[in-house]
């Protein structure tokens, strides 16, 4: 069992920046090993994927974000990032932590970012 933790989200102006942090209960190695990434989710809008992370080795990045938006993870501490900036108010959602291992998938409860105009 995986348990993630957001944190990070809050209420921001149109141009300004936010970090989220994923803080998770495994092992170094483990967290190594998972694919780890960031979703979210608007009112009214399925689930869509922001930026994702290979174990460390590739990133990918929804083109929405490409250029705005930087994950990253720190294995010493377990902890993926989003380093979000340029921040529209079409980002406004629940953003959701998610790590894949093999065949298992777990989510964090989420944090929300609201964007104002």
């Known amino acids: 069992q995986v348990q993630l933790v957001e944190s990070g989200g809050g209420l921001v102006q149109a141009g300004g920046s936010l970090r989220l942090s994923c803080a998770a209960s495994?092992?170094?190695?483990?967290?190594?090993?998972?694919?780890m990434g960031w979703y979210r989710q608007a009112p009214g809008a399925q689930r869509e994927l922001v930026a994702n992370?290979?174990?460390?080795?590739?990133?990918n990045y929804a083109d929405s974000v490409k250029g705005r938006f930087t994950i990253s993870r720190d294995s010493a501490k377990r902890t993926l990032y989003l380093q979000m900036k340029s921040l529209k108010p079409e980002d406004t959602a629940i953003y959701y932590c998610?790590?894949?291992?093999?065949?298992?998938?777990?989510w964090g409860q989420g944090t929300q970012v609201t964007v104002s105009s």
């Open positions: 998610r790590s894949d291992y093999g065949s298992i998938t777990y």
């Open positions: 495994t092992s170094i190695f483990r967290f190594n090993t998972m694919v």
């Open positions: 992370s290979t174990g460390g080795v590739s990133t």
